[in-house]
């Protein structure tokens, strides 16, 4: 059963396999999130600039750029735009050095991915609370 907790809050998923970003898309409207999803850095950064969603959801390891510079790329249409965009990355490599890699990078969570869907509504919730409090 649906918890609309994400009700009103856009998101930006960026998954290259199809059928993940699918399952994502699906899970993240049934929670009541307006999502779009593409499968690449490239298509990820024009739609952040287009949609300015709240959060980006997006793989470390995509076939363009990876999520690294995908989240430079948003941080700098943050400073231009006066926008303070939330992101979760994702990632199969599943040691510390990764997550300390994404945190430091400018990401708010770091999923090592397969992750549950709770897991995935906690580090989305966590995300937007930091934005709230102005972080």
Known sequence: MPSNCLSGIRI????DHASLRAELRRFLLREGAAVTACGSASEGADKVRREQPEL???DLNLPDE???QLMTNIR???AE???NTRAVA????GDFVADELAI???FDSYL?????PKQLLIAIRLALELKTEGG
């Open 81 to 83: 735009s006066g926008r």
């Open 112 to 116: 090592h991915k397969p992750f549950m």
């Open 76 to 78: 700098k249409f943050d």
């Open 104 to 106: 430091a990078a400018g």
């Open 12 to 15: 930006v998923v960026v998954e």
């Open 66 to 68: 990876d999520g690294f």
């Open 90 to 93: 994702m990632s199969a490599l």
């Open 56 to 58: 980006v959801l997006t």
